[in-house]
């Protein structure tokens, strides 16, 4: 994203230098373009920064890069911007709004030059100590030398192409698409626009409406311009030429339109999985099948601040719907094709749109709030877009409405969908915030034709006590609403309509199944002692106050993970250390003096943070995650150890650092506790310990062990790295077992190490599955982490055992060829035991 790439090291005694700014979609655009201004300077100390491309090799702007490297750029002399085109140009004066420091924005000019001839004469004039002004007088008259060269004689005076504007030049085209100028061809048509440097205004001749302007997507989308019209393309400014003969040939090609693109626009294809219904949450359902249903935003529930205060939630609220759709822009260009990740551009349009957002901000800056200022300029763009006469294009009037809407769910942070009647719930998948938000007096269980049992929505379904059966296909989606489901979310079974025998028989286990859970409750408080004595810990994994309220009363011998990413999700800042504080306190409180282990943010992957920047990854699985990303964030991380050191100091706890792969990462990350400790050092009493997540760091625990109290083995993330099968991937699901033999491998190697030393836990998902259960403690591991409903269950469970047992049927395991023969195996052993 952003990155320094210039010296500015003046010399003792030195007039500060104007600092530069280099803004262009393409990073190795900018680095070379900076590469090229170096070599003019001579050495000369300079800064210049770069904010380009949304990561090495993936085209865009961000406004908060922006922002940061005008801040790296800035000093006393000031600096100047220098912007490739279209959205470079937008993302920076939002960058400008997004200054904290407003004597930081008095001293920062937009320069209109071309970029690189720009940059070149900024980077000399700068480097020669001239004022910001020079330096931007310099870079807009950095094409004079250029257009006087190439002028013909019989030009005349040739005029200043970078300040003079040509005479208006006009043609027109007939529109080709067989659905007219809809939502793609017009996002197309509005990005070349963008991409030059002239006015130009499009009328319909063929219905004789008024010139819009060919930049805005929402006026352009007005002309309702159908198949057969003819449209009029008036340009004027240096570019003007060009942008009326692109326009014409683009118009020519259908700009862009693939034919079966322009007969069917393409939903989504949900990938098929290849098995059936796997188990993801114990327990039975029975009910009435339920779709979540859309819900409005409350528009009423604004508290509103001055309007800087507005406009800025606005600016950001954009931004971090901006980088979802890229995000889900390149996963689409990816796993379903180019041509169809094409949609998302039209909605990216309309989030860049000039015209819109002059509107917003028009709206705010006559004291109405964020809301009603986006929801308010959102309708009058939905009401064009809906009074089009053409019905193709008036059915995009709801692509305006889903884009716009992401905006005001961002803005008040409320879901778009809910339950709103009793029943199971079917749906193709659930982000981690509507499994967290589900209504338990409605969800008595859920069906997803999608995800699989390690996923995030899985793993909070389990903490809140919600039956669930993944990956169940598609046609799931198809069965009407009302239809009596019967689902077990412990064996995966799941069926619609049946017969009046079938729903009596769940009904009976329902109620067994209730008894049993009494049974093992009452037995919770009591410690996890096998038959032959061994204790075994059973801790809960927590995500929230009131999972440890809950895990305190199923008996939980204390908390051997709390996942602290939840309180950083679905929110439009990071919780400032004294919310932490709060947070981690409240928890450990309601833990009631028994050990809590927080982990560091463990975002990245499949938890994205909206406002944390993050490189658009092809493997977010495998690029910047946990630890990686919090090494990134040194800041975030360093005020997320002070709470966690805080919480220390009144209650017995743990710190466990997520997705380490080499012990440098652990070296660095107690470093950085360090120095949040602050001079009271380390609180005494402070455990420090890693996840045992990736194979690498399994296979070498040896060089860990110095860094380390403890380690706590991440059966998810270790399975899906060691067996390659991505988690919350329904058609690898059946795949990413974690009683493969090649896992426990891996888990045997760091019990034996850690054996007499350190202790190893295990709080990934198997440490609840019954017949993972004999295997992991047979392979040394003494503590157990679950969802807190597990708890009592997985007590129970250790007490059956008889650990020697467990051991050989351990040892056994390891030379099986798959997890499906350590299965039947550890059932085996549980059948001959009398479980
Ligand atoms: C794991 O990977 O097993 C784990 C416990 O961490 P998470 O599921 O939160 O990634
Ligand atoms: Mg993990």
């Given at each position: 994203m952003a990155e320094s790439v210039g010296e500015n090291s003046p010399t003792a005694g030195a007039e500060p230098r104007v600092g530069l700014v280099v803004v262009s979609h393409s990073r190795t655009l900018a680095s070379s373009a900076v590469a090229l201004a170096a070599e003019m300077v001579h050495g000369r100390p300079l800064r210049i920064e770069v904010a380009a491309g949304l990561d090495d090799t993936t085209f865009g702007t961000d406004a908060v890069a922006i922002m940061e490297a005008i801040e790296r750029a800035d000093g006393p002399a000031g600096v100047v911007v220098l912007m490739d085109l279209g959205s470079a140009v937008l993302s920076t004066e939002l960058a400008l709004d997004l200054l904290q420091d407003p004597s930081v924005r008095d001293r920062v000019t937009l320069s209109p030059a071309p970029l690189v001839e720009g940059l070149i004469v900024a980077a000399v004039s700068a480097a020669g100590g001239a004022s910001r002004d020079e330096v931007a007088a310099e870079a807009r008259d950095s094409l004079m030398g250029k257009s006087g060269h190439l002028s013909t004689p019989d030009a005349g005076t040739a005029p200043d192409a970078g300040t003079v504007t040509a005479d208006e030049v006009v043609g027109v085209f007939t529109v080709e698409n067989p659905h007219g100028l809809h939502a793609r061809p017009a996002a197309r048509l509005v990005s070349e626009v963008r991409a030059l440097d002239a006015s130009v205004q499009l009328r319909n001749l063929t219905t004789g409406g008024s010139p819009v302007p060919a930049r805005s997507l929402s006026r352009v989308a007005t002309?309702?311009?159908?198949?057969?019209h003819e449209v009029e393309v008036r340009a004027s400014g240096p570019q003007a030429n060009e942008a009326v003969e692109h326009l014409l040939t683009l118009a020519a090609r259908?700009?862009?339109?693939?034919i079966q693109e322009a007969a069917e626009p393409p939903a989504r294809a949900p990938a098929t999985p290849t098995h059936g219904p796997l188990p993801a949450s114990p327990g039975i359902a029975i009910g009435p099948l339920r779709r979540l249903t859309a819900v409005p935003v409350d528009l009423d529930r604004e508290t509103v601040e001055e309007p800087a205060v507005e406009w800025r939630r606005i600016v950001e609220s954009v931004a971090a719907v901006r980088r979802d759709i890229e995000h889900v822009r390149v996963v689409t260009a990816r796993e379903v094709g180019a041509e169809q990740a094409g949609i998302f551009d039209a909605h990216l349009s309309l989030l860049t749109d000039e015209e819109m957002l002059a509107d917003v901000k028009a709206r705010t800056s006559t004291g109405i709030g964020a809301v009603a200022a986006w929801a308010g300029s959102l309708a009058d763009v939905e009401r064009e877009w809906a009074s089009l006469p053409d019905p193709y294009l008036r059915e995009r009037a709801a692509d305006v409405h889903a884009v716009g809407d992401q905006v005001l769910r961002a803005l008040t942070g409320e879901p778009a969908r809910r339950m709103t009647a009793q029943g199971v719930l079917v749906a193709s998948d659930l982000t981690p915030a509507e499994t967290a938000g589900l209504d338990l007096d409605l969800v008595t269980g859920v069906v997803l034709a999608l995800g699989s049992p390690t996923s995030h929505a899985a793993i909070l379904a389990r903490a809140r006590d919600i039956p669930v059966v993944v990956g169940a296909g598609p046609e799931v989606l198809s069965i009407p609403e009302g239809t009596t489901v019967l689902l077990d979310g412990g064996s995966g079974e799941l069926q619609f309509d049946p017969s009046p025998e079938l729903l009596e028989d769940y009904q009976r286990r329902s109620a067994n199944a209730a008894e049993q859970r009494a049974r093992q409750l009452a037995l919770a408080e009591q410690p996890a002692v096998s038959r032959d004595g061994v204790h075994v810990a059973v801790a809960a994994n927590l995500g929230s106050v009131a999972d440890a309220r809950a895990a305190l009363s199923a008996g939980a011998d204390g908390a051997g993970l709390v996942r602290t990413e939840f309180l950083f999700l679905d929110r439009s800042v990071a919780p400032d250390v004294e919310e932490q504080k709060a947070e981690y306190a409240a928890i450990a409180e309601a833990m009631g003096g028994r050990r809590v282990t927080l982990r560091t943010l463990d975002v990245g992957g499949d938890k994205p943070l909206s406002y944390l920047r993050m490189p658009q990854e092809v493997n977010p699985f495998l690029g910047q995650r946990g630890i990686r990303l919090s090494l990134e964030h040194r800041d975030l991380l360093r005020e997320q150890m002070a709470a966690i050191c805080h919480t220390a100091r009144s209650y017995p706890t743990s710190v466990m650092i997520p997705m380490?792969?080499?012990p440098e990462e652990m070296i660095e990350a107690r470093q950085v506790l360090l120095e949040a400790a602050g001079h009271s050092g380390l609180p005494e009493g402070l455990h420090i310990g890693t996840m045992i997540e990736v194979p690498a760091a399994a296979l070498k625990i040896e060089a860990f062990l110095p860094y380390v109290d403890f380690v706590s083995i991440g059966t998810n993330d270790l399975t899906q790295y060691a067996l390659a099968a991505e988690r919350g991937n329904a058609a690898v699901a059946g795949l990413a077992d974690a009683l493969d033999p090649g896992v426990l491998q891996l888990i045997a190697h760091v019990c034996h190490a850690a054996r007499g030393r350190i202790d190893v836990a295990v709080c990934g998902e198997a440490a609840s599955d019954e017949l993972a259960i004999p295997v992991l403690v047979g392979l040394g591991v003494r503590e157990l982490s679950v969802s807190p409903p597990a708890v009592p269950r997985v007590k129970a469970a250790v007490r059956e055992l008889d650990v020697e047992r467990c051991a050989e049927l351990a040892q056994q395991a390891l030379t099986l060829p798959g997890a499906a023969d350590v299965r039947k195996l550890s059932l085996a052993m549980l059948s001959e035991d009398g479980h």
């Open positions: 002309l309702a311009a159908l198949r057969g259908r700009f862009d339109e693939t380490v792969s080499t």
